[in-house]
Nanobody
Framework: VQLQASGGGLVLAGDSLRLSCAAS????????LAWFRQAPGKEREFVSA??????NTYYGDSVKGRFTISRDKATVYLQMNSLKPEDTAMYYC?????????????????????WGQGTQVTVSS
């Protein structure tokens, strides 16, 4: 599976951005697609995830109510509203090819099998 992330940019606090992650290859075998982010000097942080089949969604505490994840065919979108300077980071999408429907460890970055190249989001105050 190949993942192409796009949509990042430089915006002002309070603005919105929509990130895209286009998957190709064996997309029928994807079980879960997630977004993570990493700011300089900080650990990678779980942002959001969506199950490929039933489209159940999950969010990190810091983005709940502001970000929305969705899927259209083989592309997953992350709509980010009310952006804050602390949202500044490199955003990565990743897929888990083995997650079961009842799994609860979608925030564990080590379980993901393939990663995209990342797209930079910078929020200025």
């Amino acid at each position: 599976v190949q993942l192409q992330a796009s949509g990042g940019g430089l915006v002002l606090a309070g603005d919105s951005l929509r990130l895209s992650c286009a998957a190709s290859g064996r997309t029928a075998n994807i079980r879960l697609l997630a977004w993570f982010r990493q700011a300089p000097g900080k650990e990678r942080e779980f942002v959001s995830a969506i199950r490929w089949t039933n489209r159940n969604t999950y969010y990190g505490d810091s983005v709940k109510g502001r970000f929305t994840i969705s899927r259209d065919k083989a592309t997953v979108y992350l709509q980010m509203n009310s952006l804050k300077p602390e949202d500044t980071a490199m955003y990565y999408c990743a897929v888990d090819m083995n997650a079961i429907l009842t799994s609860t460890d979608h925030g564990n970055s080590r379980k993901y099998d393939y990663w995209g190249q990342g797209t930079q989001v910078t929020v200025s105050s």
